[in-house]
């Protein structure tokens, strides 16, 4: 098998499997799970397969493999069924497969007695597809089809208990949000195929780069602007970020997907592709790193004030995401892919850990769990993996979030000392003294997840049997590049642009000393306020724990407001990170009340103009056209009411009028 014939198959195989799936899951539901397991594990296997052949990438002398075919010659600006892959590609491409395998694998165990489980899991294969075609695709039109199927896929994914309000609005929300972005997303590749002449990304790459052929873009900032309104949307950065907190209504295998290698990655790694454009304008990086520095600061300090697990998982990625378009700001995409990828499977991680804790517990509150005692003895393997995930994400050596991390800050510091060609100081500046307090802050919710989960006082947990073993298997599988894989920072520059990866002495010492000193002041809170805990109850377990995964998790969904208040304005003075944030509590709660600023501005005015036009239709058209069908009604009325259908009648009428124009013409003939 040639390595473009694999490539090929990598998206083609899970599509397959979900149009399979879709048509079989009624009619042969035994082939339901090896239907959506097997096409994922192969795409996976192939993918690793064209990594391995393509090397070290560009950085080590390796040509990108790329293949193409005429998809509609429009007359001006061609569309190609075109794929390029090079490091960055091949080793996303790889993320993306493994972590949809083991979601796949995952979501047999946990969603086991889900009657739509077979279109949960045709609709998981589509959704891996469409990412790995954005992911292989070198043209931005086949791109964009791979990135609309995401997002209707989110919608349906996010809403599977569309039994309950919150599914439903979370995906109606995502959908709506991720669309607003997608429309300056599509002006913005219309803009940049006219001033380049094309829609393949190796050609534009070439065009803006080349030493030699280079030719600068006629608009590069306005280019540059309306692509970051699409990416905005789809990896939740600010002020586009609101969708995802909320998008945790779903099961948490979707959350797994949708976090660590498919919707959210899929705009940071469209900016590393089209990188080059977004360097062209000293204007756009600036609002990249602004963008980047507001996402990382905010979604931090909101994830301290959530009680719902699943929320403060979902604000760390946006803050992550933030680290992200952070280096493409100060023009380093090795470091933010690098990031990307760990990321990747400390979160799914997370994400999937997070399930097996909800089933456990019983509920999807922290407040809840930290009123138990003995989880992390009913769940050993979640505990344990979990726990050195979240110290990946505080980004403690020498797990892997420390290395990718500091790459980050490293190359912030580089921009920030003026090193850096074409990025101003002041960018670099921004990047990194939002990237240390988020470090900071990091390792302190990172620190009240772990206290408030594992390290709960009160009543022991009900021992409600060991999970099945496909979770607690991907749990595992995913621990090794959660543990290991920053340490492959020396050989990862040959798969992207040669830059270094090395972690610098001073960004070092400042960002782990910023960690350590945060999950210490979070440890000494925690102390200080656990004794309250068994003073306040604050509610029953809702949730039935005995039921299944999937059952029990929907269940605490549905009811975590009605036991515990609103995930916002629970009063648990035991919250460390209440007593922490202080005032401050209360707006990060809620994301800062930007959900509110978006109903007082859009959608109010919206609705009041809906109900405008309605009265005006209702009132006015209809006015009109009552008016219009009426007269003629009343007019057959009255001709109706002369045809009586008597002769003698018709013939007195025809006499009378007969004579009243025999007098008409005498006295105009007389002159009268």
Known sequence: MTTTTAAVLVPLLPFLGAVAGLLLGRRAPGFVRPLAVLPTLAAAGLAVLVAVRQGGGAGGGTAPLTAATRLADTGSVPVDLALQIDGFAAL???????????????????????????????????????????????????????????????????????????????????FLVTKLGDVPFLIGIFALAGDTGTFRVSEIHTRLTSETAGVPLDHPTLIALLLLAGVAGKSAQFPLHTWLPDAMAGPTPVSALIHAATMVAAGVYVVARLLPVFASS????????????????????????????????????????????????????????FHLITHGAFKALLFLGAGVVIHAAGSNSLAAMSRMSGLAQRIPDAFWTMTVALLALAAIPPFAGFFSKEAVLGAAEHAATGHTSGVPAGVGWTVLLAGLLTALLTAGYAARLWLLAFRGRGEPVPDHGKQPVAMNVVLWVLFVPTAALGLAYGRLPDWFDGESLTPTLTTSVLGTGLALGGALVMYGAWRHSSARARRVPIGAVAAHPEAADAVSEAEAIATHEAAYGSIAGANDPADPGRLLLGPLHRHAAVGFHLDAVYGALFVRPVRAAARLVRFLDREVVETYVRGAGGVPRLLGAAVRRAQTGNAQTYLGALLAGSLVLAVAAVLVAAGA
């Open 282 to 337: 000293a204007a756009a990086l600036a609002v990249l790193a602004a963008m980047a520095a507001v996402t990382m600061v905010g979604s931090a300090l909101a994830a301290l004030a959530q009680d719902d697990i699943k929320r403060v998982l979902a604000y760390s990625t946006v803050g992550q995401l933030g680290y992200m378009t952070g280096a493409l700001a100060v023009d380093d995409r090795g470091a933010a892919v």
């Open 92 to 174: 996303v491409a790889v993320l993306v497969a493994v972590v949809a395998c083991c979601v796949q694998i995952y979501s047999t165990g946990y969603l086991r007695d889900d009657p739509r489980y077979p279109s949960y899991a045709a609709l998981v294969s589509l959704f891996t597809a469409a990412m790995l075609l954005v992911v292989y695709s070198d043209d931005l039109i086949v791109l964009l089809v791979g990135w609309e199927i995401m997002g209707i896929c989110s919608y349906f994914l996010v809403g599977h208990y569309w039994e309950t309000a919150a599914a439903r609005s979370a995906s109606l929300k995502a």
